[in-house]
């Protein structure tokens, strides 16, 4: 007993040592396995809170998708969520990887949108922006007009909208965001970019907009948050220096930045590629409309000079503009037959094209924003009789008329001033066709737009607004064959809602008769 006593005895300092180290080991264990579940459960209660949000999200976007998608900065945020904040999820969730969800991204993840398209719909805003004079404030609230919803910008996508402009080096835009990022943060909006990170960008973003004092008074901020900043330093004696410089050879002297918050029209926007910019968007916003005296305008019924087809029901035609002439008829699509057109187009929807003047080749173009679809009189009995309405309302023949080509105009969507006709100098634009030129554009508005989106004409400074059912016409040649140059043309932005038509290029070829020359060159 003694012996087997004092063997018990050597060996529980050791024992003892031993099961002490494994008691600590295991409490060790027990509080990892608590900082595991505590991860976990943090990670479980951030994915519960993406479903629910995505789930409150697709319950009103599901509910009506069109209606959704009108407003522009849902249809924005869509297309964040799934470029970037989808992925970050997959990210969170590949901690502890699930099979059934890597599954479903992975299926999935094919049709979602790319960097390419993020970058489109945040231009898109920037676009509707510009043309319709909304501040970034009025954005980031869904205050846009006539509308107020609760489709709001937070910091994060401020500053993500800025940042776009910036990658793109236009700093115009990215100072308006920035400075929106920065505003909401400062009033006390969560967000999880840092202020840092935000007046890094937006001090640069106002030097490259030549205001170096406010340039300096930025970098100021940024080095009294962050003194260690990498570039902060050296950007504030570079700045300093510069304006030092610029004093001295003007002999002025220093003048602080203005102590307003930098908004819509503190910087002025850089002119672009279109001489008409100005007097386009301001039509697009219904600004300097020239008025027709109404004696000139007049309404009425069109048989399409006693056409069997509309001896019984005439069309109703209404004069839009007299010289040129542009008149729209009422009632020329019914809801049924749009809902097939554009059911017959959804499946064929593509980037919108126009044709190279060169070479005739159809390519995609920055200046049109939109989808659109080819249709031809095969596809359904519809399009058939579309096409022969066309030629029975304008007189003029369709078949070496292009085919119907359908088009829908979402969030920020637009055709910027154009020529429906090929000019001299570019004679072989439509030579592959072997039709001719454009004589003729028939357009079928096939929606309503609750905002934007009107026809305008800069030169004469006409809009016309999108009313379903509804088809304006005019002719893009004199009876001489020569271009009408009053007739270019845009399609305004849309800024809420989503704008679908459909027309018809009517071309010279087999117009002969039906058109014959006039005397002069612009008959």
């Known amino acids: ?121 945040a231009k898109a805003l920037m676009r509707l922006q510009d043309t319709y004079q909304l501040d970034s404030e009025a954005f980031s609230r869904g205050k846009l007009p006539g509308l107020h919803t609760n489709a709001l910008l937070t910091v994060d996508d401020c500053f993500d909208m800025g940042k776009t402009a910036y990658n793109d080096a236009d700093y115009y835009h990215a100072v308006l965001w920035l400075q929106q990022s920065l505003k909401q943060l400062d009033a006390g909006e969560e967000a999880v970019i840092s202020k840092a990170d935000i007046l890094d960008y937006l001090s640069y973003s106002v030097y490259q907009m030549g205001d170096l004092p406010r340039a300096i008074e930025l970098t100021r901020r940024l080095v009294a948050i962050d003194p260690k900043h990498d570039r902060a330093g050296g950007n504030l004696r570079y700045f300093e220096r510069l304006l030092t410089k610029q004093l001295n050879e003007m002999n002025q002297t220093y003048q602080p930045p203005s102590e307003e918050p930098i908004q819509l029209g503190t910087y002025s926007r850089p002119k672009d590629h279109l001489p008409e910019r100005e007097t386009y968007e301001a039509l697009c916003r219904g600004e300097g409309l020239q008025m027709v005296r109404r004696s000139r305008l007049f309404c009425r019924y069109q048989d399409g000079k006693r056409n069997p087809r509309l001896l019984l029901k005439p069309m109703k035609e209404e004069d839009e503009w007299d010289s040129p002439h542009i008149v729209r008829y009422l009632e020329v699509l019914s809801h049924e037959e749009i809902e097939k057109i554009k059911e017959l187009a959804k499946p064929r929807l593509a980037r919108a094209t126009v044709r190279d003047p060169k070479t005739g080749v159809l390519t995609t173009a920055n200046y049109r924003v939109s989808k659109s679809a080819w249709l031809e009189a095969e596809d359904d009995v519809v399009i058939q009789r579309v096409n022969q309405r066309i030629e029975d309302i304008t007189g003029l023949t369709v078949d070496t008329a292009e085919l119907l080509q359908v088009a829908n105009y979402g969030v920020g969507g637009q055709y910027e001033p154009h020529f429906d006709f090929s000019r001299k100098d570019e004679p072989d634009a439509f030579k592959r066709l072997g039709t001719g030129n454009r004589v003729a554009t028939f357009l079928n508005y096939m929606s309503d737009v609750a905002a934007g989106g009107a026809t305008v004409f800069p030169d004469f400074g006409a809009a016309i607004w999108p009313r379903k059912g509804t088809a304006v016409f005019w002719y893009n040649l004199f009876r001489s064959g020569e271009g009408d140059y009053r007739t270019r043309h845009a399609a305004c932005p849309v800024l809420v809602g989503s704008k679908w038509v459909s027309n018809k290029w009517i071309h010279e070829r087999g117009q002969e008769f039906r058109r014959p020359c006039g005397l002069t060159e612009v008959d």
């Open 1 to 121: 007993k003694t012996c087997l006593f004092e063997t018990l005895s050597f060996g529980k300092p050791f024992f003892s040592r031993q099961m002490t180290d494994l008691v600590y080991t295991e409490k060790e264990l027990v509080q990892s396995l608590k900082e595991y579940i505590k991860a976990e459960e943090s990670k479980l209660a951030a994915i519960k809170s993406w479903a629910s949000k995505l789930d409150a999200l697709t319950r009103v976007s599901t509910s009506d998708p069109e209606g959704y998608l009108a407003h522009p900065v849902n249809a924005y945020k869509l297309m964040k969520r799934l470029n970037s904040e989808w992925s970050e999820l997959e990210t969170l969730v590949l901690q502890n990887p699930s099979d059934g969800f890597i599954s479903n991204m992975s299926i999935h993840r094919q049709y979602f949108p790319d960097e390419e398209d993020a970058t489109g719909a």
